[in-house]
């Protein structure tokens, strides 16, 4: 099983990036998908996730700037961000867990992505 993100880059701030991340190797039914970040010297951190059903849950720093979504045909989760910020700079990780959001967001997690780094400038 692997999962795959790309579309990771320099945006100055106020900018727009997407991230997509391919999930492949296993069908994701029943899956909840979703993203986290890690910066220098703090913690992974949980950004947004998606259920199978296409419910959506996200952290207060990102809600109503960053959008999660998937094609369940494809295996694919994406983050939309819109007005970034210096402190959104970070690497970005796909996650995938059996179940729901609930379970992604305790970082009860069963797959990993190898992150994509976002670097946003002031």
């Known amino acids: 099983v692997q999962l795959v993100e790309s579309g990771g880059g320099l945006v100055q701030a106020g900018g727009s990036l997407r991230l997509s991340c391919a999930a492949s190797?296993?069908?994701?039914?029943?899956?909840?998908m979703g993203w986290f970040r890690q910066a220098p010297g703090k913690e992974r951190e949980f950004v947004a996730g998606?259920?199978?059903?296409?419910?959506?849950y996200y952290a207060d720093s990102v809600r109503g700037r960053l959008t999660v979504s998937r094609d369940n045909a494809k295996n694919t989760v994406y983050l939309q961000m819109n007005s970034l910020k210096p402190e959104d700079m970070a690497v970005y990780y796909c996650?995938?867990?059996?179940?729901?959001?609930?379970?992604?967001?305790?970082?009860?997690?069963?797959?990993w992505g190898q992150g994509t780094q976002v670097t946003v400038s002031s």
């Open positions: 996650a995938a867990t059996l179940g729901t959001i609930a379970r992604l967001r305790s970082r009860l997690v069963d797959y």
């Open positions: 190797g296993r069908t994701f039914n029943n899956y909840a």
């Open positions: 998606i259920n199978w059903g296409m419910m959506t």
